[in-house]
């Protein structure tokens, strides 16, 4: 009980000064605060933005121990050979992976948090707000998507450069437009595309034995793809293997089961939008449709540089890359997202649409998730807009079918009426 | 011929500490006070000074806008003070009652004869007229104005809200008279909803259009019937009176009498025996609530519902329109871990480690905490859910923050009333006081719009 009192006693210390929100974002960690309602309802149901974030949070944690542990089972995997009669106990869930994986990834997610958290704190102090949950989430996020070899510094500039840029600027939490996880990996991608891209940076040590006679390879699957060698990628990989993540890719992003898994917890505990979900997976379905149908036509010749992803099966984009990872975790933020029921679906289903074109398309980077989310985050707004002036449209249909009794003697009624119609 | 209305979106919030179906007679009261925050937007202008004697039903003021319109007194006695607040602007009326009740007896009219002018002059003198609610704006009804409808929802769903079928039982008789008088008063129907299941004797008023409502909370809420059965438009009124105002009004339609009396339910998990009580408007709560007994020192005390009401305390007076008074725990304590612990015992929209959706009927002991901190709106969504209208509420609400009039009147502001925003604002994530906002943004479009 000494805690609670001591605590209260520093809260009451701080108030009105200019530490109050450091302080009040630790004591809040601990404690739900002791205030009660003021004004209109007297009671209030026990969720709040602590406890979203957390689920979400809660959501992501498997993706990050399954990162672990395939950081080091690609690592090893590269140099030794695949093994020959994968067993998961003997050779994915070993110290010997789980240390390699500690070590690379937990940095990542150390610098994430600890250096966007220092942003938010610092603003929020300025300021003179409370700390808000949105960087919860987003710092749990970035470690998840970015190649695991990513130098800490760079890391860190981008984290600055996303919540300084994507965020505060706007007003913090609940007030921006571009996910800032998601600006943060762009802001990787294009400040450094050498190093974000290419294929060496999916596996471990690749880049620092590149040229040497230990060199080895971390080519992504998307990689293979875009290259056209298909066949070399389907002799490496089996649908199975990627199913399950058992390949190279960003961090968190490569296990799709993972992250079903989570995406159906975030739908069952009513965290996450569905239909943003559905839609977005109805969305890349039809766009792969539409390009194997194009093959099967015949329209691309198999010297063509789309060929590889145009004819790769459609379902199987769902399974490769960070299209399963982007539409469960990075659409469904309802901040940056579309906030009408209505407009969810047209949003959903346009991120899985275009996500699959940019795969396509882009010469220089096969994934276009995080282009298309980002794309959509702009158009988001647009969206809703159109779905609201629908409302608003049959709110004045009504109007127009209505008589309106004249309010006064001087029949004011008859004349609002014409003027809105 | 009744119509049906079935009510899908919502949540019921099932509270212990209901009150029984009895009713016991509360102690007469020593001193009776108006509070002049029940009458949004009215400013009075006294026509009794501190210290003379009244009349129960003798007018105490008057609104400066609409002169005609009088506020009376519950009861006969000598108006011993005026409470004034900031820039002398008058808070509360109080009165010291008379051991013996002196009535002011008015002229009645004839309900069959008389016109919608008389009865409306009658109703304005006699203090009858404050009862009746307009939308837009959720104020007392401006008598200028023709209503096109008038609603009156019989359908209790608010949490521990007095049950109108019990309350009702026997007034039918004043009911009936203060329908066949509003029936005048508005070129329209006169809209009455009910439970579907349960027996209400609004069912057998005549002269009216009968609905029988069905549904999570708020299909109770008289805004959320009106959406579903005649919207307001832009440049619309329609009146809204809720029953156990009808029976005052009846009686003072065939009596003469303004009759303050009225059964209250004090309800709450801090009531001892919670149960009903005949008292009068502006009575002392202490009257019937120590009668009840109440388990700890420290707790809320609501003049109304839990969702609505407003805050007063063991000193307060019953309010001129409430008919429940709650009592429930302060919630003044640091929960360890709150945030991110499961928990079984506090009700969640959502399934977020909360196991409220296991047990819908299960009846909680809800404090008054915050359960979390005020945060900027980020979640969407949710609001929906519980939220019937044909509007968009988190898109009204932003455009009430930002006074967009504009926005305001398109998204259907005109609409609502602050107490239809309850249950988003019990649900809400970010802990935005919706009620507030839906209030400002109403006083804004008024004041600009008129």
Redesign the interface.
């Given at each position: 009980m000494g805690l609670?009192e001591k605590?209260?006693e520093i809260k009451l210390k701080y108030q009105g000064k200019k530490m109050a929100p450091a302080f009040n974002a630790f004591h809040?960690f601990?404690?739900?605060?002791?205030?009660?309602?003021?004004?209109?309802?007297?009671?209030?149901?026990?969720?709040?933005?602590?406890?979203?974030m957390?689920?979400v949070i809660l959501a992501l944690v498997p993706c990050l121990l399954f990162g672990i542990f395939n950081a080091g089972y690609q690592h090893y995997s590269a140099i030794n050979g695949f093994p020959e009669n994968f067993s998961l106990f003997e050779h994915f869930i070993n110290w010997e992976n789980f240390i390699l994986g500690a070590t690379t990834v937990l940095p990542l997610v150390v610098v994430s948090y600890g250096v966007g958290l220092l942003v938010e704190f610092i603003f929020a102090v300025i300021k003179g707000h409370?700390v808000?949950?949105?960087y919860l989430v987003t710092g749990m996020l970035v470690p998840l998507i970015v190649p695991i070899d990513t130098p800490l510094w760079m890391l860190a500039v981008a984290v600055v450069f996303g919540v300084v840029i994507g965020k505060e600027v706007f007003?913090?939490?609940?007030?921006n437009i571009l996910n800032p996880a998601l600006t943060i990996r762009a802001f990787l991608f294009f400040a450094y595309p050498t190093w974000m891209s290419g294929d060496k940076v999916w596996v471990h040590d690749a880049v620092e034995r590149a040229g040497t006679a230990d060199a080895i390879s971390g080519e992504t699957i998307l990689g293979y793809l875009a290259q056209g060698n298909n066949t070399e990628m389907y002799a490496k990989y089996d649908l199975s293997e990627m199913f399950f993540g058992f390949i190279p890719g960003s961090v968190g992003e490569t296990s799709t089961l993972l992250i079903l898994l989570g995406g159906l917890f975030l739908i069952?505990?009513?965290?996450a939008?569905w239909?943003i979900m559905l839609s977005a997976v109805l969305g890349s379905l039809a766009m792969g449709l539409i390009f194997n149908m194009v093959v099967d036509f015949g329209w691309i010749p198999e010297y063509s540089k789309f060929y590889g992803l145009m004819s790769f099966d459609f379902w199987q984009h769902l399974i490769v890359g960070g299209l399963a990872f982007g539409i469960v975790y990075m659409a469904t933020d309802?901040?940056t997202?579309?906030?009408?029921?209505k407009g969810?679906w047209i949003y959903g289903f346009l991120i899985g649409f275009i996500s699959v074109m940019i795969r396509v398309f882009n010469p220089g980077y096969p994934e276009g998730v995080f282009l298309a989310i980002l794309l959509m985050n702009v158009f988001a707004p647009t969206i809703?807009h159109y779905v609201?002036r629908g409302?608003?449209r049959?709110?004045?249909k009504?109007?127009k079918n209505?008589?309106?009794?004249?309010?006064?003697v001087d029949g004011?009624?008859a004349e609002?009426?014409a003027e809105?119609v | 011929m009744s119509k049906d209305i079935r009510i899908k979106k919502g949540l019921n919030?099932n509270l212990v500490g209901a009150a029984e179906h009895t009713t016991s007679k509360a102690v007469s009261s020593n001193t009776y006070a108006l509070n002049l925050n029940d009458f949004h937007g009215i400013t009075p202008k006294m026509l009794v000074k501190e210290g003379e004697e009244v009349k129960a039903g003798e007018p105490l003021f008057y609104d400066k806008k609409m002169q005609d319109m009088h506020f009376v007194s519950p009861v006969s006695g000598e108006l011993v003070e005026i409470v004034r607040g900031a820039r002398r602007r008058i808070l509360t009326l109080k009165v010291l009652a008379d051991k013996e009740q002196d009535y002011m007896i008015h002229k009645v009219p004839d309900l069959d004869t008389a016109d919608a002018e008389e009865l409306k002059t009658y109703l304005l003198q006699t203090g009858g007229w404050p009862f009746i609610k307009q939308r837009p704006y959720d104020i007392i009804a401006n008598p200028?104005?023709?209503?096109?409808a008038i609603f009156i929802s019989g359908y209790t769903t608010a949490?521990l809200a007095a049950e109108l079928d019990y309350v009702l039982q026997d007034k039918r008789q004043e009911m009936q008279a203060a329908i066949t008088a509003l029936a005048k008063l508005t070129?329209g129907k006169i809209h009455v909803s009910v439970g579907k299941k349960g027996d209400s004797v609004l069912e057998r008023m005549k002269g009216v259009e009968l609905h029988k409502v069905s549904g999570p909370h708020p299909a109770g809420l008289v805004g959320t019937q009106i959406n579903k059965i005649d919207?307001v438009?832009?440049?619309?009124?329609v009146w809204t009176i809720t029953p156990q105002d009808l029976v005052i009004m009846g009686e003072l339609l065939l009596t003469g009498k303004f009759n303050a009396e009225r059964v209250v339910a004090l309800a709450g998990s801090v009531i001892k025996n919670p149960k009903y009580y005949v008292t009068k408007i502006g009575a002392e709560i202490s009257t019937f609530l120590y009668a009840s007994g109440v388990k700890q020192e420290k707790f809320?005390l609501?003049n109304g519902d839990?969702?609505?009401?407003s805050?007063t305390n063991t000193e307060g007076y019953l309010g001129f329109y409430n008919n429940t008074v709650?009592a429930?725990p302060?919630?003044?304590?640091?929960?360890?871990?709150?945030?991110?612990k499961p928990?079984f015992d506090?009700?969640?929209?959502?399934?977020?480690?909360?196991f409220?959706w296991l047990q819908p009927n299960k009846k909680y002991d809800?404090?008054?905490?915050?359960?979390?901190?005020?945060?900027?709106?980020?979640?969407?969504?949710?609001y929906?859910e519980v939220f019937p209208m044909?509007?968009?509420p988190?898109?009204l609400l932003k455009a009430c923050m930002v006074k967009d009039l504009d926005e305001m009147e398109?998204?259907?502001l005109y609409e609502v009333a602050?107490e239809d925003?309850?249950l988003t604002?019990?649900?809400?994530?970010?802990?935005q006081?919706?009620?507030?906002i839906i209030r400002e943004g109403l006083d804004l479009l008024q004041e600009e719009i008129g």
């Amino acid at each position: 009980m000494g805690l609670k009192e001591k605590m209260h006693e520093i809260k009451l210390k701080y108030q009105g000064k200019k530490m109050a929100p450091a302080f009040n974002a630790f004591h809040t960690f601990l404690f739900t605060p002791n205030e009660t309602t003021h004004s209109g309802s007297h009671l209030r149901a026990v969720d709040d933005l602590k406890r979203t974030m957390n689920t979400v949070i809660l959501a992501l944690v498997p993706c990050l121990l399954f990162g672990i542990f395939n950081a080091g089972y690609q690592h090893y995997s590269a140099i030794n050979g695949f093994p020959e009669n994968f067993s998961l106990f003997e050779h994915f869930i070993n110290w010997e992976n789980f240390i390699l994986g500690a070590t690379t990834v937990l940095p990542l997610v150390v610098v994430s948090y600890g250096v966007g958290l220092l942003v938010e704190f610092i603003f929020a102090v300025i300021k003179g707000h409370e700390v808000e949950e949105g960087y919860l989430v987003t710092g749990m996020l970035v470690p998840l998507i970015v190649p695991i070899d990513t130098p800490l510094w760079m890391l860190a500039v981008a984290v600055v450069f996303g919540v300084v840029i994507g965020k505060e600027v706007f007003g913090g939490t609940g007030m921006n437009i571009l996910n800032p996880a998601l600006t943060i990996r762009a802001f990787l991608f294009f400040a450094y595309p050498t190093w974000m891209s290419g294929d060496k940076v999916w596996v471990h040590d690749a880049v620092e034995r590149a040229g040497t006679a230990d060199a080895i390879s971390g080519e992504t699957i998307l990689g293979y793809l875009a290259q056209g060698n298909n066949t070399e990628m389907y002799a490496k990989y089996d649908l199975s293997e990627m199913f399950f993540g058992f390949i190279p890719g960003s961090v968190g992003e490569t296990s799709t089961l993972l992250i079903l898994l989570g995406g159906l917890f975030l739908i069952f505990t009513k965290i996450a939008s569905w239909r943003i979900m559905l839609s977005a997976v109805l969305g890349s379905l039809a766009m792969g449709l539409i390009f194997n149908m194009v093959v099967d036509f015949g329209w691309i010749p198999e010297y063509s540089k789309f060929y590889g992803l145009m004819s790769f099966d459609f379902w199987q984009h769902l399974i490769v890359g960070g299209l399963a990872f982007g539409i469960v975790y990075m659409a469904t933020d309802p901040v940056t997202g579309s906030q009408t029921n209505k407009g969810k679906w047209i949003y959903g289903f346009l991120i899985g649409f275009i996500s699959v074109m940019i795969r396509v398309f882009n010469p220089g980077y096969p994934e276009g998730v995080f282009l298309a989310i980002l794309l959509m985050n702009v158009f988001a707004p647009t969206i809703d807009h159109y779905v609201i002036r629908g409302n608003v449209r049959r709110r004045m249909k009504r109007m127009k079918n209505a008589t309106i009794l004249p309010d006064t003697v001087d029949g004011a009624g008859a004349e609002l009426k014409a003027e809105t119609v | 011929m009744s119509k049906d209305i079935r009510i899908k979106k919502g949540l019921n919030i099932n509270l212990v500490g209901a009150a029984e179906h009895t009713t016991s007679k509360a102690v007469s009261s020593n001193t009776y006070a108006l509070n002049l925050n029940d009458f949004h937007g009215i400013t009075p202008k006294m026509l009794v000074k501190e210290g003379e004697e009244v009349k129960a039903g003798e007018p105490l003021f008057y609104d400066k806008k609409m002169q005609d319109m009088h506020f009376v007194s519950p009861v006969s006695g000598e108006l011993v003070e005026i409470v004034r607040g900031a820039r002398r602007r008058i808070l509360t009326l109080k009165v010291l009652a008379d051991k013996e009740q002196d009535y002011m007896i008015h002229k009645v009219p004839d309900l069959d004869t008389a016109d919608a002018e008389e009865l409306k002059t009658y109703l304005l003198q006699t203090g009858g007229w404050p009862f009746i609610k307009q939308r837009p704006y959720d104020i007392i009804a401006n008598p200028q104005k023709t209503p096109k409808a008038i609603f009156i929802s019989g359908y209790t769903t608010a949490p521990l809200a007095a049950e109108l079928d019990y309350v009702l039982q026997d007034k039918r008789q004043e009911m009936q008279a203060a329908i066949t008088a509003l029936a005048k008063l508005t070129p329209g129907k006169i809209h009455v909803s009910v439970g579907k299941k349960g027996d209400s004797v609004l069912e057998r008023m005549k002269g009216v259009e009968l609905h029988k409502v069905s549904g999570p909370h708020p299909a109770g809420l008289v805004g959320t019937q009106i959406n579903k059965i005649d919207p307001v438009n832009k440049g619309e009124v329609v009146w809204t009176i809720t029953p156990q105002d009808l029976v005052i009004m009846g009686e003072l339609l065939l009596t003469g009498k303004f009759n303050a009396e009225r059964v209250v339910a004090l309800a709450g998990s801090v009531i001892k025996n919670p149960k009903y009580y005949v008292t009068k408007i502006g009575a002392e709560i202490s009257t019937f609530l120590y009668a009840s007994g109440v388990k700890q020192e420290k707790f809320r005390l609501i003049n109304g519902d839990v969702l609505t009401g407003s805050k007063t305390n063991t000193e307060g007076y019953l309010g001129f329109y409430n008919n429940t008074v709650t009592a429930i725990p302060e919630g003044d304590d640091y929960e360890f871990f709150g945030w991110n612990k499961p928990v079984f015992d506090k009700i969640s929209s959502t399934r977020a480690l909360t196991f409220s959706w296991l047990q819908p009927n299960k009846k909680y002991d809800l404090d008054t905490n915050t359960n979390g901190e005020h945060r900027a709106f980020v979640v969407t969504g949710r609001y929906e859910e519980v939220f019937p209208m044909d509007i968009y509420p988190l898109q009204l609400l932003k455009a009430c923050m930002v006074k967009d009039l504009d926005e305001m009147e398109q998204l259907g502001l005109y609409e609502v009333a602050p107490e239809d925003f309850s249950l988003t604002e019990f649900i809400c994530i970010s802990k935005q006081p919706h009620q507030q906002i839906i209030r400002e943004g109403l006083d804004l479009l008024q004041e600009e719009i008129g």
